[in-house]
Each structure stands twice: as C-alpha cells, then as structure tokens.
C-alpha cells in the first residue's frame, strides 16, 4: 500500500519523514518571506506524480495571515509563492501524498471548516513549474 509522506528528511531513507521545524508556519514563526523560500525548497524536493493538499491562495499576504492565524493547527502548512499570468499568489499547503486517495483522506482528517469549500489536490509537478516566475510565463 501507498505511504502518506509528510515532510522530507535528510536522508532518501523510506522511514516516514519527520517535518522541517524551520519551514514550519506558525503564527509566532512570521514573517512569511523566509518561509517562502524554505517551503519552496521543501515543494520542489517532492515528486512530482505526489500529490499536495492546497488550502487558500491569495495574492495579500494578510490574507494569508489571516488564515494562518485563524488556524493554527496548521503547523505542518507551507506558504509558497506561485506565478500566473504575471501574478504573484501565495498559496497554503499541506502534506506530500503518493495517491489522490491518500490524499482525499487526508482532506477528511481536516477541521471541517477547512473541509468547506473543497481544498484543492493537486500533483506537485505542476505546481513546481509555477514556483518560478520565469518558468510560469512558457
């Protein structure tokens, strides 16, 4: 059976990761920006066939906040920043999942409040394309 695989580690070793405590967001980890670049490098480590739960997107970093603050429970989120038609969106996600199923899962295991509307699986491949403003703009 797939694993759900959380965060990467040091090593490609097939234990379950244990989550980057620098990448973390929490409310008292702000600000954002070093964030950014920690959860980007975390994103683009990631398969690209896996799967990632995207919780809210915006273009206000205090909308981000905002979110982030009103869930704190979201501890193992990461923020990054994404490009499309020449707009920068921060994006929220959680998790790195081998299947859509596992993924589904894990939305369920969600609040409820963030289950409502859906949160957005996506495939990582994807996503890393558009992690970089130039490679967005093809």
Do not use: C, M
Request: hydrophobic residues 40%; without cysteine.
């Amino acid at each position: 059976p797939a694993e759900k695989i959380t965060k990467p580690t040091q090593s490609d070793a097939p234990a379950k990761p244990k989550p980057a405590q620098s990448a973390l967001v929490t409310p008292e980890a702000n600000p954002i920006d070093s964030q950014v670049d920690l959860a980007k490098q975390w994103a683009q480590k990631q398969q690209a066939k896996h799967y990632t739960i995207q919780l809210i997107a915006a273009q206000n970093k205090k909308e981000i906040d905002k979110f982030l603050n009103k869930y704190p429970l979201l501890q193992q989120a990461y923020v990054l920043t994404t490009y499309r038609a020449d707009k920068k969106w921060l994006v929220v996600v959680v998790g790195s999942y081998s299947t859509r199923k596992l993924a589904n899962q894990a939305v369920k295991e969600l609040p409820t409040a963030l289950q409502k509307p859906a949160p957005w699986i996506r495939r990582f491949g994807p996503l890393q394309k558009i992690l970089d403003p130039a490679k967005s703009a093809q």
